[in-house]
């Protein structure tokens, strides 16, 4: 499991290590910078200073075998015609001359400075390895670096200290939110919050306020449906012990009739029940959506209904229908969003009237129109016919008062909305617009 802590101290440490290594290579070059300079200077003095000294090839004042082995610096003093006078390291494998003024001179032994100066008759030349020099500069970034170093399980300690402390918040939020239940799904609190988590409280908000939404209205959804159902159960249970109470063949007929009809009707509500819940937007999808050619899908719904609507006296039929202009989506669950409006519309249309289907685009924007000779309804009800079992007081159909609440349920699925008016016919029509395909990008 990755913890953020975790992450950002050695992220953090990372930083800080390679910063110091910068430093440290940065120490070291201004290190060597100013030990360079400063030795070029003693190079310098140290040659000036035996200006005053004889020098012959019988007599050396100055006796290599009194030079401490410590000292990194080479005499050499030479004749204006190059008879070599003194040498104070004779193993060192230096040039035997070299150019006035300072120089830097590869040998087997290393790289050397060299700094040469002609006093009276006499060529002296004082060299020094460079590594001397190297090893200075080194001990100097190293004792410079050294401090952080020792400090840093310090910093680290700190920085978990301090990383902590942030991470704080989020702490305080978890913690709220498992203090939540489905019973209290109250807000979480923004005060001291910093605005780095803000985004992430107000999205837990946000999801704990739609979270609510949708815990009553289940809760108001089962409600409704037991009592939708408690009606035709008890129906249910009254037909059946009057058939068992029947003195007559005729009157056992009478009540296993009304007793088949109560049972379609219980059956009839179950079956919307399943609908809706499967069509439920938050629900995972039966299938991946396809295209769905909105004329063919009437004419399916169409001739489904086909029957029933000859037998109530109703002229069922597709009039106006572009066959070329298709939707994205579920052909299932649209058969089923169009079948709720035809079997509404047959149904509430008196004998001898019309029902017409429809299908055509505005602006890009395909519909699916049914619309009927039937009553209509009232445009103060219009909104409130999609609420889940709701039915009007003047209606004598029965219903379970869950087509149109299933209807907009698919139509909310596919990101259509349901556009509910007057018919040119005189009654209701409900016209189902679709989104706008995206435009085909140009070439």
């Known amino acids: 499991m990755s913890s953020i802590r975790r992450q950002l101290i050695v992220a953090l440490l990372a930083a800080v290590a390679l910063t110091l290594l910068l430093a440290t290579i940065g120490t070291y070059r201004v290190a060597r910078q100013e030990v360079d300079a400063l030795f070029d200077y003693h190079l310098r003095q140290l040659a000036l200073s035996l200006r005053d000294q004889a020098f012959s090839s019988a007599h050396n004042p100055l006796d290599s075998s009194d030079l401490d082995n410590d000292f990194d610096f080479v005499i050499q003093v030479w004749t204006r015609d190059g008879t070599r006078l003194y040498f104070s390291h004779p193993h ?12 830097t001179i590869a040998t087997a032994e290393g790289r050397w400075r060299i700094f040469a100066v002609a006093l009276r008759d006499q060529i002296v030349q004082v060299s020094q390895p460079l590594a001397a020099r190297e090893r200075l500069a080194a001990a100097a970034a190293a004792r410079t670096l050294l401090p952080s170093l020792v400090l840093l399980p310090l910093l680290a300690a700190i920085l978990w200290w301090l990383v902590g402390r942030s991470l704080a918040p989020l702490d305080r939020i978890a913690l709220s939110v498992r203090r939540r239940s489905p019973a209290a799904l109250d807000p979480l609190s923004t005060a001291r919050v910093p605005e780095e988590t803000r985004p992430l409280v107000d999205a837990l908000n946000d999801l704990l ?8 209205a289940q809760r108001a959804f089962v409600a409704d449906a037991a009592h939708e159902l408690r009606t035709p159960l008890t129906a249910l249970q009254l037909q059946a012990q009057l058939a068992e109470r029947a003195a007559t063949p005729a ?17 009839h509500v179950v079956q919307q029940l399943l609908t809706l819940a499967r069509q439920d937007p938050d629900a995972a999808p039966d299938r991946p959506p396809g295209p769905v050619r909105l004329a063919e899908l009437a004419a399916q719904v169409a001739a489904d209904h086909a029957t029933l609507a000859e037998h109530r006296g109703i002229d069922l039929g597709v009039g106006e229908a572009d066959a070329m202009i298709a939707v994205s989506g579920d052909f299932s669950a649209l058969r089923t969003l169009v079948a709720n409006l035809v079997d509404n519309a047959v149904r509430y249309t008196p004998s001898g ?12 924007a395909p519909w699916l129109e049914v619309a009927d000779s039937g009553p209509g309804i009232p445009a103060e009800d219009r909104e409130r016919v999609f609420d889940r079992f709701f039915r009007r007081q003047d209606t004598s159909e029965p219903g379970s008062g869950l087509g149109l609440a299933i209807v907009q349920t698919i139509a909310a699925r596919h990101g259509a909305r349901i556009v509910l008016g007057e018919a040119a016919l005189g009654g209701l029509a409900a016209r189902v617009v679709f989104p706008a395909a995206p435009a085909a990008p140009s070439a």
């Open 353 to 364: 009237g019309r029902v017409d289907l429809a299908v055509g685009s505005d602006g890009g």
């Open 251 to 267: 009157e056992r007929e009478a009540a296993l009739t009304e007793l088949r009809h109560g049972l379609q009707r219980a059956t």
């Open 209 to 216: 306020v739609r979270l609510k939404s949708a815990l009553e």
């Open 92 to 103: 060192a494998s230096l040039p035997d001359r070299a150019q006035l003024g300072f120089a």
